[in-house]
């Protein structure tokens, strides 16, 4: 458990979780990132330009991590473009099927105590874990 | 040109749902919570896929639980503001505007599993895709292209039964 950073992760953890209450009580909504990415897709959903300032936000913060935090971008993409479009593709259509992701169900959703977003939220993990760790062990 | 004039008629309601004095202030929030969610995703490294697969892929020995503690901690400040910081009126009102979507139909776990397929190969949800953005690294944008390519059919499916809805309402 080399990698393991629990004083960041818990750091990193409280920020998100203010935030997306913060969400909750100044706008009335989850803070649901692939809820606010489909509203883009048209026909365009009520409030684009509140979801525009989040994404604005989200890259404001990103280019905040560049200039302060670049670790946070210390990765390569390994993989091929076919896999991560496949990925992709397949993360696009499973969160608006199921009507949210790891934010919107996963962190909101089960921090409001929500059955769906607690059934949701579990299938995320374990499909996740499930195909991480056989991809991993095959590859 | 649908699609236009749809999003003009959304925006006109938008801004005559609340006054002006409100707008701003749900923009700026909107802007800052979007950046300090940002600020979080990259401390704890949620921002990079390998930290992400540390934890999801639980045959590996160098196995990193830090994924598990970022969504624990989100999820005991939520739970705690939640309920014990927002106003009970509110989580009244969101619960009767929401509880028509909040029955577990055989989609929310269809997409549950997709997802998890989806996200168990790359290491990324679409937060961090988004913050990874300004990385420079060419496989982001290809990556957001392709999750709003698997939106698509869902997004026209949704709206177009909502539309029908609508229509049948007007007609009757």
């Avoid at chain 1, 897709?41 to 991590?65: C, D, K, M, Q, Y």
Wanted: proline letters at 5%; charged letters at 15%.
């Amino acid at each position: 458990m080399d990698n393991f950073t629990p004083i960041s992760a818990l750091i990193g953890g409280i920020l998100c979780g203010l935030s997306a209450i913060c969400f909750f009580y100044f706008n009335g909504k989850t803070l649901g990132i692939s809820g606010i990415l489909e509203g883009f897709i048209p026909p365009f959903s009520p409030w684009i330009s509140e979801r525009i300032a989040v994404i604005a936000g989200l890259l404001t913060g990103g280019a905040l991590l560049r200039i302060f935090y670049p670790a946070a971008f210390d990765f390569q993409v390994e993989a091929s473009f076919t896999h991560i479009i496949i990925a992709g593709v397949l993360i696009g259509l499973g969160a608006r099927l199921a009507g949210g992701c790891t934010s919107g169900h996963g962190l909101c959703g089960v921090g409001r105590l929500s059955p769906k977003s607690l059934v949701a939220t579990v299938f995320f993990f374990t499909t996740g874990m499930l195909t991480a760790t056989l991809f991993y062990l095959f590859r | 040109m649908i699609a236009l004039q749809q999003l003009l008629i959304k925006l006109r309601f938008a801004s005559s749902f609340y006054s002006g004095g409100h707008e701003m202030k749900r923009l700026i929030s909107a802007f800052v919570c979007g950046c300090l969610f940002a600020l979080g995703l990259g401390i704890s490294q949620m921002t990079r896929p390998p930290k992400v697969i540390g934890f999801l892929n639980v045959g590996s020995k160098e196995w990193d639980p830090s994924l598990l503690f970022v969504m624990v901690s989100a999820i005991t400040v939520y739970l705690l503001g939640y309920y014990k910081v927002i106003p009970s009126h509110l989580r009244e009102v969101y619960q009767n505007k929401i509880a028509p979507s909040e029955a577990i139909q055989l989609r929310t776990i269809v997409g549950a599993i997709f997802f998890g397929l989806g996200w168990g190969l790359l290491g990324l949800c679409p937060g961090p895709a988004i913050t990874d953005l300004v990385s420079g690294k060419i496989e982001i944008p290809v990556v957001i292209a392709a999750m709003l390519a698997g939106m698509l059919p869902v997004k026209y499916y949704d709206s177009s039964n909502k539309f029908r809805k609508e229509n049948a309402k007007i007609r009757r």
